[in-house]
C-alpha cells in the first residue's frame, strides 16, 4: 500500500493485533461450548488432543496472567502500536472500535480472576468428563 503514512501502518498494525485478539478469545470461549456440543453431537473434531491441548494451554495462560496480575502481552503491543501511531488508545478505526466494545469492558480485578479461574476449571473438568482421543487413535478417525 504505497503512499500510508508510518502512522498509518501502525494503525493496521494495531487493528490487526486487535483481530487477532478477539480471535483468541472466540477460540477460547466457543472452543469450550464446540466441545460439549459437539460431544452431544457427535463430532469427531472436539475429541482431537491437540485441539484440546491447544485450548487448555489458551485458557491456562489467561488465567495465570490474571492470577499474576499482567496485561495481556497482546494488549500491551496493540496499545504500544497506537501510541507509536500517535493514536488514542481507544478509539481509532471502526473495528478497533467495536472489537474494543466486546475485548475491554470495566470491571474489578477480582472477578475477572474468578471468571478466567471458572471458566478454566470448567476447561479442565471437560478433559475428565469429556476426554480428547488417545493419541494412537486420531490417526483412524
Request: charge should be positive.
Given at each position: 500500500?504505497?503512499?500510508?503514512?508510518?502512522?498509518?501502518?501502525?494503525?493496521?498494525?494495531?487493528?490487526?493485533?486487535?483481530?487477532?485478539?478477539?480471535?483468541?478469545?472466540?477460540?477460547?470461549?466457543?472452543?469450550?461450548?464446540?466441545?460439549?456440543?459437539?460431544?452431544?453431537?457427535?463430532?469427531?473434531?472436539?475429541?482431537?488432543?491437540?485441539?484440546?491441548?491447544?485450548?487448555?494451554?489458551?485458557?491456562?495462560?489467561?488465567?495465570?496472567?490474571?492470577?499474576?496480575?499482567?496485561?495481556c502481552?497482546?494488549?500491551?503491543?496493540?496499545?504500544?502500536?497506537?501510541?507509536q501511531?500517535?493514536?488514542?488508545?481507544?478509539?481509532?478505526s471502526?473495528?478497533?472500535?467495536?472489537?474494543?466494545?466486546?475485548?475491554?469492558?470495566?470491571?474489578?480485578?477480582?472477578?475477572?480472576?474468578?471468571?478466567?479461574?471458572?471458566?478454566?476449571?470448567?476447561?479442565?473438568v471437560?478433559?475428565?468428563?469429556l476426554?480428547?482421543?488417545?493419541?494412537?487413535?486420531?490417526?483412524?478417525?
Amino acid at each position: 500500500m504505497p503512499g500510508m503514512s508510518q502512522a498509518s501502518w501502525y494503525i493496521l498494525l494495531a487493528d490487526t493485533l486487535l483481530v487477532v485478539h478477539f480471535l483468541f478469545v472466540l477460540f477460547v470461549v466457543f472452543g469450550l461450548v464446540a466441545i460439549y456440543c459437539g460431544y452431544g453431537l457427535h463430532w469427531r473434531w472436539v475429541k482431537n488432543r491437540t485441539f484440546r491441548i491447544l485450548h487448555l494451554i489458551a485458557i491456562g495462560i489467561v488465567a495465570l496472567q490474571s492470577w499474576l496480575g499482567l496485561i495481556c502481552p497482546l494488549t500491551i503491543w496493540e496499545m504500544a502500536l497506537r501510541d507509536q501511531a500517535g493514536a488514542a488508545t481507544y478509539s481509532g478505526s471502526f473495528i478497533q472500535h467495536w472489537l474494543h466494545q466486546l475485548l475491554y469492558y470495566t470491571a474489578p480485578d477480582w472477578l475477572f480472576m474468578l471468571l478466567y479461574s471458572v471458566f478454566a476449571c470448567l476447561v479442565l473438568v471437560s478433559w475428565f468428563l469429556l476426554p480428547p482421543q488417545p493419541r494412537k487413535c486420531q490417526h483412524l478417525n
